[in-house]
């Protein structure tokens, strides 16, 4: 999994705390890395149809649909594919004892356990929502943290 799922995870729970667009730059500011960086992540949520861009003076990022309603798995499958972790190569038919191409109608035991693995871990990533993420900020931290980052969200970015 990329780093650039972290990023777009914690861009989308931060927007759950925005009581306005957010600009790019606003969240590679508050994450404190390259906003082009950032950027790319952002682009792939919104290919993905999680964020929008506004545009304009106010313009910036918003989640397309209420936090409930975005998995985990939404945000990963969003910047690295919906591609399984494991791509069997079919390594049984090569080599000097290789089984024919014929022989081999079902995956191999390798094959199978990579694939149960990925789908627990879809399964798993797929039942906590964005929602979930945000209110597990709420226990840890407490209940005025995302108070806050809305508020240095919504700050002007020049005090001057």
Known sequence: MSGGVEWALHCCVVLTAAQRPVPAARLAELHDVSA????????????????????????GYVLTRPAEQITVLDVVEAVDGAKPAFVCTE??????????????????????????????WRASLRAVTIADL???VTDDFGPGTLAGVGAWL?????PA
């Open 134 to 136: 945000a209110r597990s």
């Open 36 to 59: 082009s960086y950032l950027a790319k992540q952002l682009q792939s949520l919104s290919r993905a149809d999680l964020v929008r861009s506004v545009q304009g003076h106010a313009g």
């Open 154 to 158: 919504s700050a002007p970015d020049d």
């Open 91 to 120: 390594i049984r038919q090569r080599g000097p004892l290789a089984t024919p191409a014929e022989a081999c109608t079902t995956p191999c035991a390798i094959s199978r356990a990579m694939a149960t693995a990925d789908a627990a």
